[in-house]
């Protein structure tokens, strides 16, 4: 069963009916059920792996709470857990642990990581009723994608009985809809382009890679916004609220704040959980203090920082799997931040000294957007290639293979046919018009004949111009792997 | 506001079934051109719409639509009849059609090709879809499906071709539009006239492989087709129609396993390749195709001779006036395309 299935929407639609039926006390538990159901559908394996994280997890919360330190229990538990991502990130070379890492291992991971750092900062009570713990571990939709979630944030919604309501329910399956649509009508039309220009990069080089840079990012935004639009319109038709991941990544003006729109829930699960306790260590604070009194203040705050930077990035990137292209993936964009950082201080300073170049830099601010989407999606093509040195060459031939960009209209022409590009352009505009107009699912749902005809109309436009069934080796959700 | 509610979310759901039948109906191939084979079976439905009912059902796969003659067999012997076959049918396939079939009427005798007996494997998914797809909804489609089908296929697909066919919807041409509430028709009571010839290949050096054994799967529902004639009191005929190719050639031991079941069961088994020279079968002439398949000059003959054996079961039809006129009319139909220049 994949997220994208007949089988997960008629599990999903039973389980709601089956939740809103249950006694209002029983619901948390019959919800908590119906996940470890769920995870059981998937294999034994799935299932064993959450059902023991949870258990051993539990335990340890109780044990570790109010103890003022962690202690070896806890210490321990969260080693194996760390352990396991790392296990997990590993799992791209196959045949080391001989199978295929359990669904959704890498999201429950962090969620539990997060309840046991959280429970020992004190900042959230253990929680003493297991299959409310089971359930915030288990919550089925974000299992293949997330958002990563703190028990925090689940406390209000996930852990409390929810009453139907029409709001819900309807805004639910309105963006499970459109999740649906952004995945099948681009995300999965894009697969084949993309796969014919990664694989031959003896073939496709020079402009291609500009192409590619294009379409990958386009097809990444599409295939994981729309699985968190299902995800967490799915969490919705069982009243459950969870944080955003996406945030209009492509208006973004500069890296930093590109990487605070995308993947949202995960950049601060690592900055809480990493790069704070990470740069607030008395080591680090120990060696701040003995840079700045070496090197002076400016260069002595920065070092630490960017080591905690750095390494934050380095997780980050493993996290998303167990190759060096990933880790340099991380480290790429960490290093890029920074110099982003950097240098729009630097031209800040330099724009106050010299006002005419403050108005250059405003207007030239227009571009920034498309600077922003062609570096992330530069860096990204490590993920294509899965080649450190394949990709910084094909890179290098997009600026030095001119000859390529020779006839480049046709060249497109040739790759993708009016069947290809009319559903991506009409998936993109209704995406776009959707996000310039703030067309919000309460504003549609709080109209019930607007809600039949947007819900019918993206349902039909995903069955009819979408990519998927026998013949489309549609991919499944790219984040799904991780 | 809750009435408007459910009404929304019932105009929802009637919308989406309405739209789907539409979409799936508007993409769904409509076989013209060289593959109109995908129409056979749908023909059927629009015969008993009408009032038809027949004496004779023919099923089975292409040598049953190419081979039989429904306008010959009246012509001569006044039998009503209809071919029932599609493009690389299977037993199954020809077992739940055959129980569809007798939903809708209850004929005196049923002519099954056994050429199908010799696969060994499920219909490839496109010879599948021109069985299936015309099919009506009826638990006999959905056991169809379910025994047709091979890896990867969707059965739901089959019920919503949608489905499948979406990505046809930058193809669409006038005849998807045309042809949207009915299917062009293509043949003649099912059956498909070519006019063309292209005589029996012959003395290409192949080597004699051995045959395999007929599967038994198949005779599993061969036995079923036998049950449900013998359940119905209609007279069950094998016949292996007088093709001769080296492509796709008949072995003897197959038609000894089938005489071997044949006389066992108490059934009545006709290989007409052994009657070729009797049938008057001209190699030169009789063939479409190299061999594979009879042209409209050999279903005549085959026909006739067949049709020789068929009257023996039916005597006794009463025909009225208006089946006359009808069967009067599809005959100079055939006549005006058997005949047509070009």
Same mark, same amino acid.
């Given at each position: 069963?994949?997220?994208?299935?007949?089988?997960?929407?008629?599990?999903?639609?039973?389980?709601?009916?089956?939740?809103?039926?249950?006694?209002?006390?029983?619901?948390?538990?019959?919800?908590?059920?119906?996940?470890?159901?769920?995870?059981?559908?998937?294999?034994?394996?799935?299932?064993? !792996?959450?059902?023991?994280?949870?258990? #051993?997890? @539990? &335990? =340890?919360a109780?044990? $570790?709470?109010? +103890? *003022?330190?962690? %202690?070896? !229990?806890?210490?321990?538990?969260?080693? #194996?857990? @760390? &352990? =396991?991502?790392?296990? $997990?990130?590993? +799992? *791209?070379v196959? %045949?080391?642990?001989?199978?295929?890492?359990?669904?959704?291992?890498?999201?429950?991971?962090?969620? $539990?990581?997060?309840?046991?750092?959280?429970?020992?900062?004190?900042k959230?009570?253990?929680?003493?009723?297991?299959?409310?713990?089971?359930?915030?571990?288990?919550?089925?939709?974000?299992?293949f994608?997330?958002?990563?979630?703190?028990?925090?944030?689940?406390?209000?919604?996930?852990?409390?009985?929810?009453?139907?309501?029409?709001?819900?329910?309807?805004?639910?399956?309105?963006?499970?809809?459109?999740?649906?649509?952004?995945?099948?009508?681009?995300?999965?039309?894009?697969?084949?382009?993309?796969?014919?220009?990664?694989?031959?990069?003896?073939?496709?080089?020079?402009?291609?890679?500009?192409?590619?840079?294009?379409?990958?990012?386009?097809?990444?935004?599409?295939?994981?916004?729309g699985?968190?639009?299902?995800?967490?319109?799915?969490?919705?038709i069982?009243?459950v609220?969870?944080?955003?991941?996406?945030?209009?990544?492509?208006?973004?003006?500069?890296?930093?704040?590109?990487?605070?729109?995308?993947?949202?829930?995960?950049g601060?699960w690592?900055?809480?959980?990493?790069?704070?306790?990470?740069?607030l260590?008395?080591?680090?604070?120990?060696?701040?203090?003995?840079?700045?009194?070496?090197?002076?203040?400016?260069?002595?705050?920065?070092?630490?920082l960017?080591?905690?930077?750095?390494?934050?990035?380095?997780?980050?990137?493993?996290?998303?799997?167990?190759?060096?292209?990933?880790?340099?993936?991380?480290?790429?964009?960490?290093?890029?931040?920074?110099?982003?950082?950097?240098?729009?201080?630097?031209?800040?300073?330099?724009?106050?000294?010299?006002?005419?170049?403050?108005?250059?830099?405003?207007?030239?601010?227009?571009f920034?957007?498309?600077?922003?989407?062609?570096?992330?999606?530069?860096?990204?093509?490590?993920?294509?290639?899965?080649?450190?040195?394949?990709?910084?060459?094909?890179?290098?031939?997009?600026?030095v293979?001119?000859?390529?960009?020779?006839?480049?209209?046709?060249?497109?022409?040739?790759?993708?046919?009016?069947?290809?590009?009319?559903?991506?352009?009409?998936?993109?505009?209704?995406?776009?018009?959707?996000?310039?107009?703030?067309?919000?699912?309460?504003?549609?749902?709080?109209?019930?004949?607007?809600?039949?005809?947007?819900?019918?109309?993206?349902?039909?436009?995903?069955?009819?111009?979408?990519?998927?069934?026998?013949?489309?080796?549609?991919?499944?959700?790219?984040?799904?792997?991780? | 506001?809750?009435?408007k509610?459910?009404?929304?979310?019932?105009?929802?759901?009637?919308?989406?079934?309405?739209?789907?039948?539409?979409?799936?109906?508007?993409?769904?191939?409509?076989?013209?051109?060289?593959?109109?084979?995908?129409?056979?079976?749908s023909?059927?439905?629009?015969a008993?719409?009408?009032?038809?009912?027949?004496?004779?059902?023919?099923?089975?796969?292409?040598?049953?639509?190419?081979?039989?003659?429904?306008?010959?067999?009246?012509?001569?012997y006044?039998?009503?009849?209809?071919?029932?076959?599609?493009?690389?049918?299977?037993?199954?396939?020809?077992?739940?059609?055959?129980?569809?079939?007798?939903?809708?009427?209850?004929?005196?005798?049923v002519?099954?090709?056994?050429y199908?007996?010799?696969?060994?494997?499920?219909?490839?998914?496109?010879?599948?879809?021109?069985?299936?797809?015309?099919?009506?909804?009826s638990?006999?489609?959905?056991?169809?499906?379910?025994?047709?089908?091979?890896?990867?296929?969707?059965q739901?697909?089959?019920?919503?071709?949608?489905?499948?066919?979406?990505?046809?919807?930058?193809?669409?041409?006038?005849?998807?539009?045309?042809?949207?509430?009915?299917?062009?028709?293509?043949?003649?009571?099912?059956?498909?006239?070519?006019?063309?010839?292209?005589?029996?290949?012959?003395?290409?050096?192949?080597?004699e492989?051995?045959?395999?054994?007929?599967?038994?799967?198949?005779?599993?529902?061969?036995?079923?087709?036998?049950?449900?004639?013998?359940d119905?009191?209609?007279?069950l005929?094998?016949?292996?129609?007088?093709?001769?190719?080296?492509r796709?050639?008949?072995?003897?031991?197959?038609?000894?396993?089938?005489?071997?079941?044949?006389?066992?069961?108490?059934?009545?088994?006709?290989?007409?390749?052994?009657?070729?020279?009797?049938?008057?079968?001209?190699?030169?002439?009789?063939?479409?195709?190299g061999?594979?398949?009879?042209?409209?000059?050999?279903?005549?003959?085959?026909?006739?001779?067949?049709?020789?054996?068929?009257?023996?079961?039916?005597?006794?039809?009463?025909?009225?006036?208006?089946?006359?006129?009808?069967?009067?009319?599809?005959?100079?139909?055939?006549y005006?395309?058997?005949?047509?220049?070009?």
């Amino acid at each position: 069963m994949t997220l994208l299935s007949l089988g997960s929407f008629l599990f999903l639609s039973v389980g709601a009916a089956v939740y809103y039926v249950s006694p209002v006390r029983a619901r948390v538990y019959v919800l908590a059920l119906i996940s470890a159901i769920f995870y059981l559908a998937l294999g034994w394996v799935s299932f064993v !792996c959450i059902v023991a994280v949870t258990l #051993v997890s @539990f &335990l =340890v919360a109780l044990r $570790v709470e109010g +103890r *003022g330190r962690t %202690g070896l !229990c806890g210490l321990l538990c969260l080693s #194996v857990l @760390f &352990l =396991v991502l790392f296990w $997990v990130g590993l +799992r *791209g070379v196959s %045949g080391i642990f001989g199978f295929a890492a359990p669904i959704g291992i890498s999201f429950y991971t962090l969620r $539990v990581i997060s309840y046991l750092v959280d429970v020992r900062r004190g900042k959230v009570g253990a929680q003493r009723n297991f299959l409310k713990y089971l359930l915030y571990t288990s919550f089925f939709p974000i299992a293949f994608l997330g958002p990563v979630v703190n028990f925090e944030d689940c406390k209000k919604t996930l852990l409390q009985p929810q009453k139907p309501c029409w709001e819900n329910i309807s805004g639910g399956i309105l963006r499970v809809l459109f999740g649906v649509f952004k995945k099948t009508v681009v995300a999965d039309a894009l697969v084949e382009s993309v796969g014919k220009i990664s694989s031959e990069p003896e073939m496709y080089f020079g402009v291609y890679v500009v192409i590619l840079i294009v379409l990958y990012s386009v097809e990444v935004y599409f295939d994981f916004s729309g699985g968190i639009d299902i995800a967490l319109g799915a969490a919705q038709i069982f009243g459950v609220a969870l944080p955003e991941n996406f945030n209009k990544p492509f208006s973004s003006k500069s890296l930093a704040e590109f990487w605070n729109r995308w993947h949202i829930t995960l950049g601060e699960w690592f900055e809480h959980y990493v790069f704070y306790p990470l740069s607030l260590t008395r080591t680090m604070q120990k060696l701040s203090r003995s840079l700045r009194q070496r090197l002076g203040v400016s260069v002595g705050k920065r070092i630490p920082l960017y080591a905690a930077t750095l390494v934050t990035w380095a997780l980050t990137g493993l996290w998303h799997g167990g190759a060096l292209h990933f880790l340099v993936w991380g480290l790429v964009n960490g290093v890029l931040v920074l110099l982003s950082s950097e240098s729009s201080r630097l031209l800040g300073s330099v724009c106050e000294r010299y006002p005419r170049l403050s108005y250059a830099r405003e207007r030239m601010s227009f571009f920034a957007p498309v600077r922003v989407f062609f570096v992330i999606g530069a860096v990204r093509l490590l993920d294509v290639y899965k080649s450190v040195a394949l990709t910084f060459g094909m890179l290098a031939s997009a600026v030095v293979r001119w000859d390529s960009y020779v006839g480049i209209v046709d060249r497109i022409g040739e790759m993708m046919s009016f069947a290809t590009v009319f559903p991506i352009a009409l998936g993109i505009l209704v995406v776009f018009t959707v996000s310039k107009f703030g067309i919000r699912a309460e504003k549609i749902c709080g109209r019930p004949y607007a809600f039949a005809f947007c819900a019918v109309g993206l349902l039909l436009s995903s069955l009819l111009f979408g990519s998927y069934g026998y013949g489309f080796d549609a991919a499944d959700f790219i984040y799904s792997q991780f | 506001m809750i009435k408007k509610r459910i009404f929304a979310c019932l105009l929802a759901v009637g919308l989406t079934a309405v739209m789907l039948a539409v979409l799936s109906r508007l993409v769904m191939p409509k076989y013209t051109g060289n593959s109109r084979e995908g129409n056979l079976i749908s023909e059927y439905y629009r015969a008993i719409d009408s009032g038809e009912s027949h004496d004779v059902i023919f099923i089975g796969d292409c040598e049953a639509y190419s081979s039989f003659s429904p306008p010959v067999l009246w012509e001569n012997y006044r039998l009503r009849s209809f071919v029932r076959g599609s493009p690389s049918q299977s037993i199954a396939q020809s077992y739940h059609i055959l129980c569809e079939t007798l939903e809708y009427e209850l004929p005196r005798v049923v002519v099954l090709s056994v050429y199908a007996l010799c696969h060994d494997e499920r219909p490839s998914e496109a010879y599948n879809r021109m069985t299936l797809d015309s099919m009506l909804p009826s638990m006999h489609k959905v056991r169809a499906v379910r025994d047709s089908i091979r890896e990867g296929e969707s059965q739901l697909s089959y019920f919503l071709p949608l489905l499948r066919f979406h990505s046809r919807w930058s193809e669409l041409g006038s005849d998807d539009i045309k042809y949207f509430f009915d299917s062009p028709s293509v043949s003649h009571n099912g059956y498909l006239l070519r006019r063309e010839i292209e005589p029996f290949i012959k003395d290409i050096a192949m080597g004699e492989l051995a045959p395999h054994a007929l599967p038994q799967e198949n005779f599993e529902y061969l036995d079923k087709i036998r049950q449900v004639c013998a359940d119905s009191g209609i007279t069950l005929l094998l016949v292996k129609a007088p093709t001769d190719s080296w492509r796709y050639p008949w072995y003897e031991e197959w038609s000894g396993e089938i005489r071997d079941y044949t006389d066992a069961n108490e059934l009545e088994y006709y290989d007409l390749t052994e009657c070729i020279d009797e049938i008057g079968i001209d190699p030169e002439r009789d063939s479409y195709d190299g061999g594979l398949h009879l042209n409209v000059y050999g279903a005549e003959k085959t026909t006739r001779f067949l049709g020789g054996v068929l009257s023996r079961y039916v005597q006794d039809g009463r025909i009225d006036g208006s089946e006359e006129k009808i069967w009067a009319e599809k005959l100079a139909l055939y006549y005006k395309e058997r005949n047509m220049d070009g």
